[in-house]
């Protein structure tokens, strides 16, 4: 069943992130048994594959990076996505994870079969594992709508995660559909270079004052020189986000407050008022992603810049028509449109004991045990899993807390020579139950439609509680929640 000296062989899916952390502390654990496997010839996950023009983070850089890897040379204090992508890169050959990492190894299919899993990869390879962690995220298959005419259009159509480098903007009639995070940062980077460029919104979004600057060389030479400076600047960066926690519970002061601040935003920078009322959004700030920007209102009262707020109606061969009855005529279609609805699987299928697909037993709602483990699905474990997003703070700082409890889960295999973990049912519902009662209380749930919701309005992307809570309930596996295989 197991490696030399009783070592779970383990599979890692996806070299982003949380893959790449996984590693890493495998390795600091002195469990070499592991590879991750990646579909493509990079590491880096979201940060390889969203290269439009502006991709930043939304989290500070110093509380975007390991808490075992600072790096006192971030240039701005949110990071430009090469930098983060370079980050990665640097990392991974630091810890040397190179003889782990196993590219153009795409994931069809992980199927639990005699007592191990198997991963199917494209070309008809296969994997064995006694263990499997997903590190594939949520938030990665382009969602491209299937509008009316798509496909008679003559122009050039690219998602902005996949950017079309080779196509020059300069000059052309532009249309960006979409209004959200990816937008309002690439807007303002190719505004100044199209002839006409046409804004889609479908929904205004709550946008607070993003406050972005370089990082002198001086001050980067003080977190280089200076022992303690840059762990104490990221744990100053951490307090304040974790501050932010109580505005997204409903009913909070501090609530208010955010509304106060982007409306502020919003009245200095838009002097229109009919444009500043399409841009103020109907519900709530928190219960969609609150957005941070310096510059994209800046960027509305461009003269070459129009937002359109009426839907969509029709493509045609030379423009987009509109439920208005207007046509805007454009030879360049970008979508900004985000992600598919939060898959943490896709695109592979997962198959417990039984022939079992997990796609079945989230059927009538996605859930996990920690956040990242399923009855039924033994030594199956999954980073960033459901209910494992925030809204306040750095998803790092999630990423950690959960290697940190899978690494204790294998030493837990490997110490007490178990075949398999998999969570109790009724330790999983006790535990779902937790979290629908903490959802009751955030904003969250019931006050408006995203993507953090499934189809019947149940919020199974974020965490209902402090980030300092969740580490604190993942800081040691219970063993006595999971059902214990032993080993023959």
Known sequence: MTQRGGTPEIAVLGAGLSGLCMGIQLKRAGIDSFTILEKTDQVGGTWRDNTYPGVACDVPSHLYSYSFELNPDWSRVFPPGWEIQEYCERTATKYGLGPHLRFRSEIKRVEH?????????????????????SALGGLHKPNVPKLPGLDAFAGV????????????????????????????????????????????????????????????????????????????????????LESRYPAFKKGSWMSGFVERQCRKHLDEAISDPE????????????????????????????????????????????????????????????????????????????VGPGGVALSE???????????????????????????????????????????????????????????????????????????????????????????????????????PGSSLRYWWSMRRPHLDEYEQQPSD
Not at 174 to 198: C, D, H, N, R
Not at 377 to 394: K, Q, V, Y
Request: aromatic share 10%; glycine share 8%; proline share 5%.
């Open 361 to 463: 037993v989230w059927r009538d709602g996605i859930r996990a045990h920690r956040t990242l483990a399923v009855p039924g699905f033994p030594n199956f474990f999954m980073l960033l899993g459901p209910n494992s997003g925030l809204g306040h703070n750095s998803v790092i700082f999630m990423i950690e807390s959960q290697v940190g409890y899978v690494v204790q889960c294998v030493r837990a295999l490997r110490a007490r020579r178990l075949a398999a973990l998999a969570p109790r049912a009724e330790a999983a519902q006790q535990f779902e139950a937790g979290i629908r009662d903490g959802m009751q209380k955030m904003i969250w749930e019931g006050s408006c439609k995203s993507w953090y919701q499934d189809d019947k309005g149940r919020v199974f992307a974020l965490w």
């Open 113 to 133: 079969h005699d007592g191990r899993w198997r991963i199917q990869l494209s070309g008809g390879k296969e994997v064995s594992a006694d263990v499997v962690v």
């Open 275 to 350: 444009l500043r009322s399409r841009l103020t959004p109907d519900y709530p700030p928190g219960c969609k992603r609150i957005l941070i920007s310096d510059d994209f209102y800046a960027s509305l009262e461009r003269e070459n810049l129009e937002l359109v707020t009426s839907g969509i109606e029709r493509m045609e061969p030379d423009g987009i028509v509109t439920a208005d009855g207007d046509k805007h005529h454009v030879d360049t279609i970008v979508f900004a449109t985000g992600f598919q609805p939060f898959n943490f699987l896709w695109p592979l299928e997962v």
């Open 157 to 240: 159509h690219f998602h902005s995660a996949q950017w079309n480098h080779e196509h020059d903007l300069t000059g052309r009639r532009v249309a960006v559909i979409g209004s959200a995070a990816s937008a309002i940062q690439l807007v303002p980077q190719i505004a100044p270079a199209t002839e006409k460029l046409f804004l889609f919104q479908r929904t205004a979004n709550w946008i607070f004052p993003r406050n972005d600057r370089p990082y002198s060389q001086r001050a980067r030479r003080r977190f280089r020189r200076v022992p303690g400076l840059a762990r104490l600047h990221r744990w100053m960066i951490y307090g304040l």
